[in-house]
């Protein structure tokens, strides 16, 4: 079993909630090799969801450099930021956020819903399959022995659940024990 629980739990609760389990940090901050995991870190050549051919550093790069504000477009600088800080494009800094561009010439803003299944999603799932293919396969060992538990900053693993952030630990612990999330309207 693998469960997702937030990075600010205390080691004894969570020794108390799950006795004997690995407990893995896959934040920006936690160890290598698993903070290649985070959406944060910068592998390289990963493809823009339409794109067209165009790559990126990182997930989170991808994610940001699509959004459109109320005074910018997307901004392909942002794909290209391989610090793992400096990503973050904000609504006080660019105004309300408008949507994520579907792709780099379209005229069509996706909402957050449709952004994270159209985006984040394919995003992350690439860099799971070829990115972090060792880190993976690592988890599957592990998960194979014991129980583990995956740290983030958030716990949320429904891409329909909005009012909260997705969870990139709870989509690895979906992708290890294969149960990546499936759209409900398609």
């Given amino acids: ?52 051919g165009r790559l990126a550093a990182s997930v989170e790069g991808i994610w940001q450099g699509l959004k459109v504000f109320e005074s910018a477009d997307v901004d392909e600088a942002t794909f290209d930021n391989d610090r793992m800080v400096g990503l973050k494009r904000t609504v006080r800094r660019f105004g309300r956020c408008l949507g994520h561009r579907e792709g780099l010439v379209g005229e069509r ?26 880190e993976i396969q690592a988890l599957r060992g592990l998960a194979g022995e014991r129980d583990l538990v995956l740290l983030d900053y958030t716990t949320n693993g429904d891409p329909d659940r909005l009012e909260q952030p997705l969870s990139h630990a709870a989509l690895v612990a979906a992708f290890v024990e294969d149960r990546w999330p499936v759209r409900a309207d398609t």
Avoid: N
């Fill in 1 to 52: 079993m693998i469960a997702v629980r937030h990075k600010s739990m205390v080691p004894a609760q969570l020794e108390k909630r799950h006795p004997g389990a690995l407990v893995l940090d896959v934040t920006s901050k936690g160890p290598d090799p698993w903070r290649r995991l985070s959406p944060f870190f910068p592998h390289g050549g990963l493809p823009v969801p339409g794109g067209g």
């Fill in 109 to 134: 803003l996706l909402g957050y819903r449709e952004a994270r299944w159209a985006i984040y999603l394919p995003a992350y799932r690439y860099v799971l399959e070829h990115a972090c293919a060792p």
